[in-house]
């Protein structure tokens, strides 16, 4: 998987991430930020 310069996640709701698998992509998409990340939840 490539980093990018910014990384923008929508949808960050804790209950969008229940399982163990939801968790590690989650963690996988904000560490592939080089210098910007943005999460939009409610």
Same mark, same amino acid.
């Given at each position: $998987? #490539?980093? =990018? %310069? *910014? *990384? ?9 991430? !229940?399982? !163990? $698998? %939801? #968790? ?6 904000? =560490? ?11």
């Amino acid at each position: $998987m #490539k980093e =990018s %310069d *910014v *990384v923008i996640i929508f949808g960050g709701e804790e209950e969008n991430y !229940l399982t !163990l $698998m %939801d #968790k590690k992509l989650l963690y996988i998409a904000c =560490s592939r930020a080089l210098h910007r990340l943005v999460i939009y939840y409610l």
